[in-house]
Nanobody, 115 residues
C-alpha cells in the first residue's frame, strides 16, 4: 500500500521560508511525476507544482519564482522549498502523484503565514 507522509509545515511570518517534505513508502514514485497540492479553507484543492521523472518542473503562477520542487531518490522524498511566503499561501499542503490518485492522499501539513 502506498503511503505519502507530509511534514515541515508550521507558522511563519510573511516573507519567511519553509521546506516541506513528502516521504513515500515505495519506490514506485521514481517512475511517476510527483506533485504538491494545497487546499485553503473554503477553497478547492489546487495544484502547486509538479516534477517529472526527467526533472522537468511546472508551477502555478501564484508561486512561480518563490517555490521550488525537488526530489531525493535515495531518501524517497519529495521537497517543496517555499520562500517569500505570503498570507495567501496559508493552506494545508499535500503531495501526490500527478495526476493525483485519490487513494494516495495523506494527512497533509498545515502552513500558516501570518504576522
Amino acid at each position: 500500500q502506498v503511503q505519502l507522509v507530509e511534514s515541515g509545515g508550521g507558522l511563519v511570518q510573511p516573507g519567511g521560508s519553509l521546506r516541506l517534505s513528502c516521504a513515500v513508502s515505495t519506490t514506485f514514485w521514481r517512475f511517476k511525476t510527483m506533485g504538491w497540492y494545497r487546499q485553503a479553507p473554503g477553497k478547492e484543492r489546487e495544484l502547486v507544482a509538479t516534477l517529472t521523472v526527467s526533472g522537468g518542473t511546472n508551477y502555478a503562477d501564484s508561486v512561480k519564482g518563490r517555490f521550488t520542487i525537488s526530489r531525493d531518490n535515495a531518501k524517497i522524498t519529495v521537497y517543496l522549498q517555499m520562500n517569500s511566503l505570503k498570507p495567501e499561501d496559508t493552506a494545508a499542503y499535500y503531495c501526490n502523484v500527478y495526476p493525483p490518485v485519490n487513494d494516495y492522499w495523506g494527512q497533509g501539513t498545515q502552513v500558516t503565514v501570518s504576522s
